[in-house]
T-cell receptor, first 114, second 110 residues
Framework: KAGVTQTPRYLIKTRGQQVTLSCSPI?????VSWYQQTPGQGLQFLFE???????NKGNFPGRFSGRQFSNSRSEMNVSTLELGDSALYLC?????????????FGSGTQLSVL | QQQVKQSPQSLIVQKGGIPIINCAYE??????FPWYQQFPGKGPALLIA?????SEKKEGRFTISFNKSAKQFSLHIMDSQPGDSATYFC?????????FGQGTTLQVKP
């Protein structure tokens, strides 16, 4: 099976812009989670989607949003970008009904906000 | 109650040594405790995981020790190799959400 695919791999944006990141989970996986990774804060949970519904949410401002499509592919959107949003954004999928367990991560999208 | 504290931040061992990484959690509702390994430029990969109903789990050279009463768990890497040099993350949680530790950078010297 192909792994979790995230696009784009790198992204450079300026403050105030918005950005959309894409994630294709492993075939058959219906749960998709998003994490933000920074050197200072480590891996922080953003949200989790299961069958097109947001099932869990972390402590991020409303500028961070996501959605999941019927084919389980997911997108994450960040509006009004701030310098502090520069990070590696990781998507992970897991087997049906496993939620946060046994996560398979993609290689991430490295976002730089200038 | 949502924190997972991981130590040490970095670790250097000689080949064949047994690095030990420790984690402590606060939320007693957590029922799943995985360890992830991350190489530069890659996403984290699941190494081994344990549930609170067992005190130890071994998979190959990797062992998790779990102390439910102390709310602590640790990763031991037996016969460590230079290829084990990576960043290791512990995590705790359950369905739909994992809380990660800050990570430990391990260097195994030849």
């Amino acid at each position: 099976k192909a792994g979790v695919t995230q696009t784009p791999r790198y992204l450079i944006k300026t403050r105030g812009q918005q950005v959309t990141l894409s994630c294709s989970p492993i075939s058959g996986h219906r749960s998709v989670s998003w994490y933000q990774q920074t050197p200072g804060q480590g891996l922080q949970f953003l949200f989790e989607y299961f069958s097109e519904t947001q099932r869990n949410k972390g402590n991020f401002p409303g500028r961070f949003s996501g959605r999941q499509f019927s084919n389980s592919r997911s997108e994450m959107n960040v509006s009004t970008l701030e310098l502090g949003d520069s990070a590696l954004y990781l998507c992970a999928s897991s087997e049906p009904d496993r939620g946060g367990e046994k996560l398979f991560f993609g290689s991430g999208t490295q976002l730089s906000v200038l | 109650q949502q924190q997972v504290k991981q130590s040490p931040q970095s670790l250097i061992v000689q080949k064949g040594g047994i690095p030990i990484i420790n984690c402590a959690y606060e939320n007693t509702a957590f029922d799943y405790f995985p360890w992830y390994q991350q190489f530069p430029g890659k996403g984290p990969a699941l190494l081994i995981a344990i549930r609170p109903d067992v005190s130890e789990k071994k998979e190959g050279r990797f062992t998790i020790s779990f102390n439910k009463s102390a709310k602590q768990f640790s990763l031991h890497i037996m016969d460590s190799q230079p290829g084990d040099s990576a960043t290791y993350f512990c995590a705790a949680g359950g369905t739909g959400k994992l809380i990660f530790g800050q990570g430990t950078t391990l260097q195994v010297k030849p």
